[in-house]
């Protein structure tokens, strides 16, 4: 069974950037596609971005398009998000979750990780 560890949050400034890591215990990781996900106080958690396993697809919530870059080391097996441009609306607990198939096809499994604090404010 997969283990996925979030890290790389932290408090921000409006415009700041982060780099968020979710590093994976196993390389079976590199197998399946990977998403980023969000959850603000009082909201639902949502998407924010997914690769594929090859790396060659990614997508992205409206609301980070431009602002926000997805991407993988498979000798690390590790999935960074850099953020940038970042807006207090960004603030949330970011959690990382690995899919089912190579593909971003919303199959996910079903373990989520202790997630990484993302706050931006003035």
């Known amino acids: 069974q997969l283990q996925l560890v979030e890290s790389g949050g932290g408090l921000v400034h409006p415009g700041g950037s982060l780099r968020l890591s979710c590093a994976a215990s196993g390389s079976s990781f590199n197998y399946y596609a990977t998403g980023w996900f969000r959850q603000a106080p009082g909201k639902e958690r949502e998407g924010v971005s997914c690769?594929?396993?090859?790396?060659?697809?990614?997508n992205y919530a409206d609301s980070v398009k431009g602002r926000f870059t997805i991407s993988r080391d498979f000798a690390k097996n590790t999935v960074y998000l850099t953020m940038n441009s970042l807006k207090p609306e960004d603030t949330a607990v970011y959690y990382c979750r690995s899919g089912r198939t190579v593909a971003c096809d919303g199959h996910w499994n079903n373990d989520w990780g202790q997630g990484t604090q993302v706050t931006v404010s003035s």
């Open positions: 690769i594929s396993s090859s790396g060659g697809s990614t």
